[in-house]
C-alpha cells in the first residue's frame, strides 16, 4: 500500500519560516518525482516545485524561487520543502506528490500519488 504522509506546516507571521516533510512508503521512492503543489480555498491545485527521479533536475514555479527550496532523502525516503520568507498570499493547504517517470510535471493530473495535505496559513 502506497502512502505519502506528510507533516510540518502551521501558523506563522509573514516573513517566517516552515519545513513540509513528506514520508512515502510502498513505492521504490527514487525512481520517483516528487512534486510539492498547494491549493488556496476556492482555488485550483497549483504547482510549486517538482524534483526528478535521480534528484538531478529541480524546477520551481515562480511563486517560490529565491524563497523555497525542495530536497529529498532517498535513504529516508523523504522530501522536504524549506520554506522561507513566507507572505500571505502563501497560505494554503500544501500536498507533496509522487510521478513515476522522468518528467518534471506540473500538472496535478500527472502524479500517481499524494500525501494528505498539510494547512500552512501566513498572517500579516
Known amino acids: 500500500q502506497v502512502q505519502l504522509s506528510q507533516s510540518g506546516g502551521g501558523l506563522v507571521q509573514t516573513g517566517g519560516s516552515l519545513r513540509l516533510s513528506c514520508e512515502a512508503s510502498?513505492?521504490?521512492?527514487?525512481?520517483?518525482?516528487l512534486g510539492w503543489f498547494r491549493q488556496a480555498p476556492g482555488k485550483d491545485r497549483e504547482f510549486v516545485v517538482v524534483t526528478s527521479r535521480g534528484d538531478i533536475h529541480t524546477y520551481y514555479a515562480d511563486s517560490g524561487k529565491g524563497r523555497f527550496t525542495v530536497s529529498r532523502d532517498n535513504t529516508k525516503n523523504a522530501v522536504y520543502l524549506q520554506m522561507n520568507g513566507l507572505k500571505p498570499e502563501d497560505t494554503a493547504t500544501y500536498y507533496c506528490?509522487?510521478?513515476?517517470?522522468?518528467?518534471?510535471?506540473?500538472?496535478?493530473?500527472?502524479?500517481?500519488?499524494w500525501g494528505q495535505g498539510t494547512q500552512v496559513t501566513v498572517s500579516s
Open positions: 506528490a509522487a510521478d513515476r517517470t522522468y518528467s518534471l510535471f506540473t500538472q496535478p493530473r500527472e502524479y500517481d500519488y
Open positions: 510502498g513505492i521504490a521512492f527514487s525512481n520517483y518525482a
